[in-house]
């Protein structure tokens, strides 16, 4: 089975409904850390002026995906300019730390 990660990059207000949204979507594990940049919204005149975000990272078969791409659109969609980004990227090998062992996926 072919795997793909996706990323989503979004607004810290959206967390909850997001990670609620990856829940009802049977979406078994998720990566969710706090980042700090900037990109076409960018406020150089601000103190501080790189804005935080959240990153929301699952794993899932590709079949899957365009399911799961949509869920979080959905749940993270403000109609506002800097609800963020979302990137699909095919994943080629797993390994387990432990094990030292490839993981045919």
């Keep these: ?11 810290v207000l959206a967390v ?7 829940q009802e979507a049977n979406v078994p594990g ?3 850390f706090q980042i700090r940049g900037y990109g076409k919204r960018k406020n150089f005149f601000r103190r501080g002026w790189m ?9 899932v078969p590709q079949d899957q995906t365009s399911r799961i791409v949509e ?3 959905d749940a993270a969609h403000g109609d506002l ?4 980004i979302i990137t699909v990227n ?4 797993f390994y387990n730390i432990r ?7």
């Design 1 to 11: 089975m072919k795997y793909d990660e996706i990323t989503a990059t979004i607004d």
């Design 16 to 22: 909850k409904a997001v990670r609620r949204a990856l």
């Design 30 to 32: 998720i990566s969710i």
């Design 51 to 59: 804005q935080q975000y959240t990153c929301v990272r699952v794993i």
């Design 71 to 73: 869920a979080i659109m």
């Design 81 to 84: 300019e800097g609800d963020g």
């Design 90 to 93: 095919p994943l080629s090998r």
């Design 99 to 105: 094990t030292k062992k490839r993981l045919d996926g």
